[in-house]
């Protein structure tokens, strides 16, 4: 059985770079399935912000594609986000995510348990 | 891309049925055949409960049922249990490995 964990710093300081990493276990990232980043702003809806392909192929969402990025290591089965220039409105709770290709999983079947990031000097 | 749009809120009686809606408005590209449902109850992450419009995953119970009609998809939940309580958010495959999810709507059981 997959799972997803996210790891990194709870609190960033404005526009500096906030950085997080999924460890998967349970399940190559190699196997197939494109990985994700989902955030939750307080009070709020999820929104994605991008995933990736094991093979380095990275999708981001437009509205946050400038600031945003996705990698992946192979070697320790994990996925990195990096948002840059950070301010107030990234404080949110960023999850981690397992979606299969368009037409063969459509869904996010697999979430990390979501790790809160607080934007403030 | 994709917009979707849920009703902010509805509530039922504990054994009545409630339905959320989930509009989308499209500009390009995209399936609103991908479309997916999610849970999520205060302070846990979402688990998915319909995908494809209507598919099941195993463990869901059968009272969560999915259907859309045009460029409307929802979410049954027949027989309210007093767990069901939470948001629910409806997401699709909108273009380029991309997808969007509704603005979530807040299931209250009263």
């Known amino acids: 059985q997959v799972e997803l964990q996210e790891s990194g710093p709870g609190l960033v300081k404005p526009s500096e770079t906030l950085s997080l990493t999924c460890s998967v276990s349970g399940y190559s990232i190699t196997s197939g399935y494109y990985w994700g980043w989902i955030r939750q702003s307080p009070g709020e809806g999820l929104e994605l912000l991008g995933s990736?392909?094991?093979?380095?192929?990275?999708y981001y969402n437009p509205s946050v594609k400038s600031r945003v990025t996705i990698s992946v290591d192979t070697s320790k089965n994990q996925f990195s986000l990096k948002v840059k220039s950070v301010t107030a409105a990234d404080t949110a709770v960023y999850y981690c995510?397992?979606?299969?290709?368009?037409?063969?999983?459509?869904?996010?079947?697999?979430w990390g348990q979501g790790s809160l990031v607080t934007v403030s000097s | 891309q994709s917009a979707l749009t849920q009703p902010r809120s509805v509530s039922g009686s504990l054994g009545q049925s409630v339905t959320i809606s989930c509009t989308e408005s499209r500009t390009k590209g995209g399936s609103y055949n991908f479309i997916s449902w999610y849970q999520q109850h205060p302070g846990k992450a979402p688990k998915v409960i319909i995908y494809?419009?209507?598919k099941r995953p195993s463990g869901v119970p059968d009272r969560f049922s999915g259907s859309k009609s045009g460029n409307t998809a929802s979410l049954t939940i027949s027989g309210l249990q007093a767990e069901d309580e939470g948001d629910y958010y409806c997401?699709?495959?909108?273009?380029?490995?991309?997808?969007?999810f509704g603005g979530g709507t807040k299931v209250t059981v009263i």
């Open positions: 494809d419009v209507k």
């Open positions: 995510s397992r979606v299969g290709p368009p037409g063969s999983v459509n869904y996010f079947d697999s």
């Open positions: 990736i392909y094991h093979r380095g192929n990275a």
């Open positions: 997401c699709s495959y909108a273009d380029d490995y991309i997808w969007v």
